[in-house]
């Protein structure tokens, strides 16, 4: 059902928590299917120096938060933000068909938390200028 790599996220996820000062905060959800995903993020210069989730949702919710946290910190931002839903399932070693929206809400958190980011300090993101949270992901 769900690969070892899956289970290993969900079990010990990693960067859980909140950053108090964070520097941008993202949250995005699908009431319908329950999941609701917080990111925060810190950025020293142009670089995610942090990188922090909060997941309320199923076993992939929560594997995907944390394998994206850990793919996107340390990254620059430009870096970062080409990442995709596809990388984190891949990362994943997979996930079921029915759960690949939850690698989805990841990319979208993040989106969502560089554009608070940017937003906060007037920056322009380029690739964020069309960006719009995916609210109904299925």
Do not use: W
């Amino acid at each position: 059902m769900y690969s070892k790599k899956v289970m290993e996220h969900f079990m010990e996820p990693h960067n859980v928590g909140e950053i108090e000062d964070a520097d941008g905060i993202g949250e995005v959800g699908n009431a319908k299917c329950g999941d609701i995903m917080k990111m925060y993020i810190k950025i020293d210069g142009d670089i995610v120096s942090d990188i922090k989730f909060k997941t309320f949702g199923c076993a992939s919710a929560i594997a995907s938060s944390s394998i994206a946290t850990d793919l996107i910190k340390g990254k620059t931002i430009t870096d970062a933000l080409a990442l995709t839903n596809q990388d984190v399932v891949d990362s994943l070693d997979g996930l079921p068909p029915v759960k690949v929206h939850c690698s989805v809400l990841a990319e979208q958190a993040f989106k969502s938390a560089v554009k608070d980011y940017a937003d906060k300090n007037n920056i322009d993101i380029p690739e964020l200028r069309d960006f719009v949270p995916d609210e109904d992901h299925h």
